[in-house]
């Protein structure tokens, strides 16, 4: 009987790591859906036209993933986490390339919620989300990883929890308390 996917992604992850090269080839089929979901659900409310496609963005979040050099991969939770690490890079990128137009004295908008599906062109947000999220990370690290893991991630709370090494109760109540200060912040 073959291990539970969970356990064989972390075998492999590990296998990975310490350098056997063809464990990255059967990583690979594991975590790729996994990493598609993620991707569509990051980019549920891109323009259709938008030149990057959840596909693109899987590929080039691989990419990268490949080319780290020192990561200690715990667990698939963890490599989901920075996967979603990644992904929030590029698109913020993206967007950054996008949005050579500045926002002006305006404030923006940005609905925080558990999902980012149905937003319209999102560039504009999606940096000011990202700048206020860096501005959390200064002063709780744990609270902005909270929100990055949980909304660019799409990991649920106990895959959080995982992650981040604390309960449940702990993520939700960072949760909460994230979302209402990013949503202070970003309204002005």
């Excluded at 569509?40 to 050099?69: H, I």
């Excluded at 690490?85 to 609905?111: C, H, P, T, Y």
Aim: charged residues 30%; aromatic residues 6%; glycine residues 8%.
């Amino acid at each position: 009987m073959s291990p539970p996917p969970s356990q064989e992604i972390t075998r492999l992850l590990r296998a990975w790591q310490s350098g056997d090269p063809a464990a990255l080839d059967r990583l690979t089929p594991l975590v790729y859906g996994e990493l598609h979901r993620m991707a569509r659900r990051c980019m549920g409310g891109e323009n259709p036209g938008n030149s990057l496609q959840p596909t693109a963005l899987v590929n080039e979040a691989y990419l990268r993933l490949v080319d780290v050099d020192g990561v200690r991969w715990q667990h698939r939770a963890h490599f989901f986490a920075v996967s979603a690490q990644m992904m929030r890079r590029i698109l913020v990128d993206a967007a950054r390339a996008r949005g050579s137009e500045k926002r002006g004295g305006g404030v923006v908008r940005f609905n925080l919620n558990e999902s980012i599906d149905g937003m319209a062109d999102r560039s504009e947000e999606l940096i000011a989300l990202d700048e206020t999220l860096d501005a959390l990370a200064r002063f709780d690290p744990r609270k902005a990883k909270v929100i990055e893991l949980r909304f660019f991630g799409g990991l649920s709370v106990e895959e959080t929890a995982e992650v981040l090494k604390i309960s449940p109760q702990s993520v939700m109540r960072d949760w909460k308390l994230a979302r209402a200060w990013l949503m202070r912040e970003m309204a002005g």
